[in-house]
């Protein structure tokens, strides 16, 4: 079955770790996503690839980091620079067709820090 | 930078009642997108505006594309237990693949 996968499901981390979460598509989308949402919030970007080896800074990157060295995959790094780290995280890819960009969703991962 | 304002933020109904959603941006787009969120879950597309004053349906629900192309509605007639979840509006301003979201309007359908 086609899809993404975002692993774990649920992740819990002391302050001051980073903690890096993993995105996987086998859709064969060239663009990756990742966004943020906090409870009863909308989701907000905070870095995304178009093409492997080329990522952009989204709306709220501090804190962040990521790679893009697979077409497949695009991990997120949340660093001890993040100060309010806990947060539902979801990736999403696209195709580049300008005719349909319409973004796929993973799971999401749940983030906890303490 | 470029908002999607979404109103209302939040809105129970009883089931049956109709249901509207809408979003407002600060700058012309060129397309907008829909998704819905259920609880616990994750965004899934619905569909996809793309021309000036653009009508879609799809079974009970409506979408529109304002004739400037900077707002959007979504509509639900006869609303059921299983619209329950968080729209969202998503827009693009021409530049390449990024979304701006709205911050969603979360629907609760009483019985």
């Known amino acids: 079955d086609g899809g993404i996968t975002q692993s774990p499901k649920y992740l819990f981390r002391k302050e001051g770790q980073n903690v890096t979460l993993s995105c996987e598509q086998n859709l064969n989308h060239d663009a990756m996503y990742w966004y943020r949402q906090d409870p009863g919030q909308g989701l907000r970007l905070i870095y995304y690839?178009?093409?492997?080896?080329?990522?952009q800074k989204g709306d709220i990157a501090e804190g962040y980091s990521v790679s893009r060295e697979k077409k497949e995959s695009f991990p997120l790094t949340v660093t001890s620079a993040q100060k309010n780290p806990t947060a539902f995280y979801l990736c999403?890819?696209?195709?580049?067709?300008?005719?349909?960009?319409?973004?796929?969703f993973g799971p999401g991962t749940r983030l906890t820090v303490t | 930078g470029q908002q999607v304002m979404q109103i209302p933020q939040y809105q129970h109904v009883q089931e049956g009642e109709d249901f509207t959603t809408y979003c407002n941006s600060s700058t012309t787009l060129s397309n907008i997108q829909w998704y819905k969120q259920r609880p616990g879950g994750h965004p899934v597309f619905l569909i996809q505006l793309v021309k000036s004053g653009e009508v879609k349906k799809q079974k009970r629900l409506t979408f529109q594309f304002g004739e400037a192309k900077k707002n959007s509605s979504l509509h639900i007639t006869a609303t059921q237990t299983t619209d329950v979840g968080t729209y969202f509006c998503?827009?693009?301003?021409?530049?390449?693949?990024?979304?701006?979201f709205g911050a969603g309007t979360r629907l609760a359908v009483h019985p």
């Open positions: 998503a827009g693009r301003d021409g530049g390449y693949n990024k979304l701006i």
């Open positions: 690839s178009q093409i492997v080896n080329d990522f």
């Open positions: 999403a890819s696209s195709t580049r067709d300008r005719r349909t960009y319409e973004q796929y």
